[in-house]
């Protein structure tokens, strides 16, 4: 089993930035390709990026792209999560999910294994 802990959200003002953690234990091995997902109250879960297993290959949605940063170190087995310009619209649940595959995906449901999801509030 794998088990994916998220950390580093909470309350930020609009503008701030914020990194968050994923840390990653268990059968590490089945994680290959890894993402952040959010989930804001009443909409659905979204992706907001993907990294590879070597962290050279990343993908953002267009929607945090040139704010947000994705990034892993695969010795210390976690996935990070930087983002700035922060806007109350980031307000979410964020997730971490992976995959034994090493192709990165933007659909939640090719993500085999979640974690708990730190929230993420920006006040205006």
């Known amino acids: 089993q794998v088990q994916l802990v998220e950390s580093g959200g909470g309350l930020v003002q609009a503008g701030d930035s914020l990194t968050l953690s994923c840390a990653a234990s268990?059968?590490?091995?089945?994680?290959?390709?890894m993402a952040w997902f959010r989930q804001a109250p009443g909409k659905e879960r979204e992706f907001v990026a993907a990294?590879?297993?070597?962290?050279?290959?990343?993908l953002y949605a267009s929607s945090v792209k040139g704010r947000v940063t994705i990034s892993r170190d695969n010795a210390k087995n976690t996935v990070s999560l930087r983002m700035d310009s922060l806007q109350p619209e980031d307000t979410a649940v964020y997730y971490c999910?992976?995959?034994?595959?090493?192709?990165?995906?933007?659909?939640?449901?090719?993500?085999?294994?979640w974690g708990q999801g730190t929230q993420v509030t920006v006040s205006s």
């Open positions: 999910a992976g995959r034994p595959l090493m192709l990165i995906s933007t659909s939640s449901r090719n993500y085999d294994n």
């Open positions: 268990g059968r590490t091995v089945n994680l290959k390709a």
């Open positions: 990294i590879g297993l070597s962290g050279t290959n990343t």
